[in-house]
Each structure stands twice: as C-alpha cells, then as structure tokens.
C-alpha cells in the first residue's frame, strides 16, 4: 500500500499509525460485513423464524406447542393449496412465454434504429415504474364491467361479455390477471433485451453478414446465444416473480371469483389474517421456498450444460 | 482498366470536413494478390469494409467480375472477409466458427464429413488443428488470428480480403504461413486483397503493392518499383527494413557537366545516371539512401554512432550525421561503441533523389 499511497498526506504520516491492512485476512470479511448484517436481519431471521413457526402451533398470534409436520400435513391436504399451486404455474406458464416473446420481438424493433426511439424509451419504462397497486387499480377501472373503458370500448361492442367485468367471470378472471401481468412486465422485458442487445460486440454480426448468413440465421445463430447469460437470468426471475404475484390479483380479484384467482401467495396471506392460522401459513412459505430452491438448481444445472452460460 | 478481378474506381468515403478516404483507384486481377500498405488509420479497413458492404462509400464503383457490387447486400457479394479484430464467434467452437460461412444459405451443402474435413485440413495448416473444440475466449491472440484467417480460406469467395492476416502471429509462423498464404491464393482464379501496415510483408506476399497514405494511394505499382523507386519521400519512409534514410540538402551543377549534392555533413558527387535525369540548375532536394548502400570504412560522410544493434549476420548502427539520424546495414560483426566517430563509403547504385518542396522522386 505504500507505493500506492505514498502521495505527500500519506508520506509524512507515522509507520506505526497504519492502523490497518490491506493484507489482513479479516479485511475481506469487513468489506461484506454491512451486507451479511443487514441480510441476516431482514432475510435469514426472519426465514428462520417462520421455519420455526412452522413447525409449532400457532394461532391467534400465540405460539404454542411443538407440533412437528402437523402444518404441512394440513396444508398439503389442503385442496386450496393445490389450486393455489396450480393458478400459480398456470399463471407463469402463460405469462412469461409471452412476456418473454414479446420482450425479445420488441428489442429486436428497437435495436433497428426506428423513429422516435428516444421518444419511446421513456414511455416503455411507465409500467414498471409504477406501483402494481396502481397498476390494478387502472385496470380494475378499465376494465370494469358495462362502463370501464376497455370493457365499453372492446369487449361488449364484441359481445364478448356483457354487463360484468372480465374479473367476475370464474373463467376469464384468470386470463385477465395474466393479461394485466403481461401488460406490467413486457416493457421491462424489452428494455432489458433491448440493453443486453447493445451491448453485444458488433463485429461478430459483420462477420455473420460477410459469411452470407440471412437474418433469420443471425439472430438464432447470434443473437441469441450471445444472449443466453442474460435471457437466463432474466427468465429466472421473472419466472419466481410472477410465480409470487400478490399485489395486482389482490386489488383485482382478491383471489376469486371463489378461489380461481387465488396464487399462493395470496392463500398464504388469507391464512394469515383472515383465518389466523399462522403456522400453516408459514409452513406453506417454507414449501414454495423448498420448490424453488429446487427449481432454481435443477435450471442452474440445466443452463449450465446445455446452453453454457454461467 | 477491365478484367475479371476487382476494380475499384474513384472509391471515396468522407468522415468528416479534414478526415476522408480516397478517392481510391485500384484494381486486382482474378489470381493475383495486392497488397495495401500504409501507416495504422490511413484506411485499409475501411477500404475493405467498403468492398465487402459494411461500409458505403460517398462515391465511386466497385466491381467484382465484371458487375457492379455497390447495389447488392453485403451476403450476395461473396466476399471473404477475414477481419483485423479478427470478429470470432464468442459461443461456437474454434471448429464451427471456421465452418460458420460454409452454412450460409446458397452455399452448396456440404456431407458432415466433408465440412468437418476441410475445416480439420484448414486448421491443420494453421497449426491448431489439436483446439477445435476450444472456444475462442480460450486461446491467445496469435491463435484467435489463425482462426479468423482459416474461417475466411475455408471458403469458395469471389474474392478475399484478408485484413492484418498474420500481424499478430510470431515471427516464425509468420514466415510460414505468408509463404503458403500467398502459393494458396496466387493459385486460385480469384483476386485477393492483403492489408498489412508493414511495407514489407506487402512487398514479399503481393504480386502489386499500392502503397497508402493519409487516405490516398500515393503509389501502386511492382514490389520491386515501390522497393527501388518509391515515389515520394513518404513511401520511402514506410519502405525498407530499416527504411530509406533521408537527407536534406542542395542540388548542385559541377564542371564537366557533373551533378553533386551537398548537404549538412556531406558532399558527394552524384553518378552519371541520376544527373542525367535531372533537370539542371541548383535546387533544394531530399537524397534517398538505403541502410544497405552505406559501408563502414570509407570517407564519403563521418557519423558519430548512436546506436549498435547486432542481429546475428548483420547489425544496424544507428548514427548521427551532423543533425540527420541514419540507419546503416553492416555485415561487420565487430562492435561499435556510442560516440565512437566512424567514416562511412557510399555506394552511388543505392541512391534516390526527391524534389525539396514536392517531396516526389526526381
């Protein structure tokens, strides 16, 4: 460190005030440490807690006795539970292809240099940046039944549906959640792939145009695999997100009609507040933390093999 | 000018008010191979780039075969283009990025054992044959280059720009593989463009050298004429391993219609074969001299060593001639100390005579 500082301040100042080092094997762990602290107070504590809980009874508030996997029996013959799952995935499995898709068709739009690029940017980063209760709210509006103005405007002039809202339809209430999600997220998506595209040398894709390759071939070809750290890591979270969608069905169908809306995460607050029974409630978090932990690593593995990025 | 190779005419590209290129006029006959040569940023790449489409030019025509290529899309020229940033496909293999070009739509398909042999045999050549299966981020500089070189000779093209080739490689691969670059290609009925910033490469690969400088071609002709009689003193400069030296003075008449030339240090009368040439009367000229054409242990000029580079079967010492800095070539294996003064013969064969205001050859 001395040849680093040995500006005029740091020269005239004692050998013996050097006070630390660089060298220290604790000085790693004191770089990380305000991170760890604030982890493990926010995160790990709390995690652990309800892990705790979980595994007790608990009601009302009060923590009683040790239960063992009392909760998770209750939860996992809950039928609720699996229909939660089950809204849940169906949710993602629809939502995030499309995002996904959509995301990556309008980057490749933006990455050509369009008109009034500069002028759109800004507008696609409205949805995201808005709060989802906001989000609901506007859509809740919109789509009211009889007089919201995408319900006037569209939908009943179609006959699609007529006097209620597509919120109070048990089979339809579900695609407009999605479609709401879609609407929230695939802007995020474009910007993100539309950054990632930027970024990516360019003069692989003059070497791709010498070769004879066609478009078509340099985008599967290129692009894509150029891609792949990042449409992974993208993918990933967008996928836990919306798997974890609480605030939007909250404002917009709290879970109905019945429970078609109801995603777990949603469940898991109903247990909570609503009926009170906290240790199935945190039993049911422990288990959609089990799921995606698996997830997560099973897809690490994946990526890492087939598509090699990591 | 029209044959079947590439001809480029009035070819010019303008970046800014003072910063342009061209106009370019150059043409390569099909099998033969031209070298473009110049200091870095005078345009190569960008006269590549032009000819392969990734680049407009402002103004002129290129045409490849007898058709014009300025309309077509950069995919239908059937260029080969090897990049000087070698532009390596990151995510494929060392062996499918050379085999990339040769599953281009409209190419004719290949048998997986046939693509995977002529990539191997291409490879081979190249000497890494044995990284195949590396990906680009895994090998050195020197490797990438040979990839990028193999990727653009593994195809059938219409013609081959090869950018900086083998710049990067060492010496004795360099030695290598530009000899059997250049048997390769001269043996084919296409023409190939060479860019390399070094004058000599140029000279010893290229069956024409244009000689480029500040976006112009400044000289296009034999190596041999860029070699014995570069056209101003700039070539002259870029030309030579060391280059020509070069010294100010004055032209003079002298009795018996004889020709001298005097400059800071030195005085020498000037063969019969150059006064003949020039137009009389005294004048300020540039004397063009060769490291080779001086020899230690003569009177002609007294230098005062700079420098004492020893090279095995010769060595270069580099001196100061009053205020001039020269580059002599000597076979002499004995050492030259700095400081030390040593007198120095000319050899009157290895002159060259530049205009002092013009800076062209006389």
């Not at chain 1, 006037?152 to 999605?178: C, K, Q």
């Not at chain 2, 290129?21 to 780039?49: F, N």
């Not at chain 2, 490689?169 to 860019?195: C, H, M």
Request: one cysteine or more; hydrophobic letters at 50%.
């Amino acid at each position: 460190m001395t040849e680093i500082s040995a500006a005029p301040a740091a020269a005239d100042r004692p050998a013996a005030g050097e006070s630390y080092h660089r060298e220290s094997r604790w000085y790693p762990y004191a770089l990380i440490a305000p991170t760890m602290l604030t982890l493990t107070v926010v995160a790990l504590v709390p995690f652990l807690y309800m892990g705790w809980i979980s595994l007790h009874e608990a009601r009302y508030g009060q923590i009683g006795a040790f239960a063992g996997f009392a909760n998770f029996e209750k939860l996992l013959t809950d039928p609720r539970f699996w229909n939660s799952m089950k809204v849940a995935g169906l949710f993602v499995a629809i939502a995030v292809p499309i995002e996904f898709m959509l995301g990556l068709i309008g980057a490749l739009v933006l990455s050509q240099r369009i008109k009034f690029r500069s002028v759109l940017i800004p507008f696609l980063f409205i949805p995201s940046m808005m709060a989802p209760i906001i989000v609901g709210l506007v859509w809740k509006t919109m789509l009211a039944g009889s007089w919201g103005f995408f319900s006037y405007n569209i939908l009943e002039r179609f006959g699609i549906l007529s006097g209620s809202s597509v919120f109070a339809s048990p089979d339809l209430a579900l695609y407009g959640l999605i479609f709401v999600d879609i609407w929230e997220w695939t802007p995020f998506m474009v910007l993100t792939f539309f950054a990632g595209m930027q970024a990516l040398p360019a003069n692989p894709f003059w070497a791709a145009q010498v070769d004879g390759a066609n478009p078509v071939q340099i985008f599967f070809r290129l692009t894509l695999p150029m891609l792949a750290p990042l449409l992974v890591v993208i993918g990933l979270i967008r996928t836990i997100d919306a798997f974890k969608v609480y605030d939007t069905i909250y404002i917009l169908t709290n879970g109905g009609p019945g429970i078609t809306t109801e995603s777990p995460s949603v469940l898991g607050y109903k247990y909570t507040f609503d009926f009170w029974e906290i240790g199935t409630a945190s039993a049911l978090a422990v288990v959609i933390w089990l799921v995606f932990f698996v997830f997560c690593n099973v897809f690490y593995q994946i990526a890492k093999r087939r598509l090699n990025v990591f | 000018m029209s044959h079947d190779g590439l001809i480029l005419s009035g070819l010019a590209r303008r970046f800014s008010a003072e910063a342009g290129l061209g106009p370019l006029d150059l043409d390569i006959r099909p099998g033969e191979i031209v070298a473009l040569t110049g200091p870095s940023g005078t345009g190569k790449s960008t006269a590549c780039r032009m000819v392969s489409g990734l680049e407009r030019p402002d103004a002129g025509r290129i045409s490849l075969g007898g058709r014009g290529l300025s309309s077509l899309p950069v995919q239908a020229r059937g260029v080969a283009h090897m990049f000087e940033s070698y532009a390596l496909y990151s995510h494929l293999s060392v062996a499918q990025n050379v085999a990339f070009p040769l599953l281009a739509p409209g190419k004719p398909k290949l048998g997986r054992d046939e693509l995977a042999r002529r990539v191997q045999a291409l490879l081979d050549v190249a000497q890494i044959g044995h990284l195949g299966d590396r990906k680009p981020g895994a090998l050195s500089g020197g490797q990438k280059q040979r990839v990028a070189l193999c990727r653009c000779l593994v195809q059938d093209a219409a013609v081959y720009l090869l950018d900086e080739p083998i710049s990067h490689l060492d010496a004795k691969l360099r030695n290598e593989l530009r000899g059997w670059i250049r048997r390769r290609q001269t043996g084919l009925a296409v023409p190939t463009l060479w860019s390399t910033p070094d004058a000599m490469e140029a000279l010893s690969v290229a069956d024409r050298v244009a000689v480029m400088i500040g976006g112009k071609i400044v000289q296009f002709g034999t190596p041999e004429e860029i070699y014995f009689s570069p056209a101003t003193t700039e070539v002259a400069r870029l030309v030579g391993d060391p280059a020509m030296n070069l010294i100010e003075g004055r032209l003079e008449a002298r009795e018996g219609g004889m020709a001298g030339f005097r400059g800071k240090g030195i005085d020498l009368a000037l063969p019969d074969r150059l006064a003949a040439r020039l137009p009389g009367g005294a004048r300020d000229v540039v004397l063009g001299l060769r490291p080779s054409a001086m020899r230690v242990g003569g009177a002609d000029a007294s230098l005062r060593v700079y420098a004492w580079e020893p090279f095995g079967k010769h060595a270069i010492i580099t001196a100061m001639l009053e205020d001039t800095m020269l580059r002599l070539k000597t076979p002499r294996l004995d050492r030259f100390e700095a400081n030390q003064e040593i007198g120095v013969g000319i050899d009157p064969a290895g002159l060259v005579l530049f205009d002092g205001t013009t800076r062209r050859a006389l």
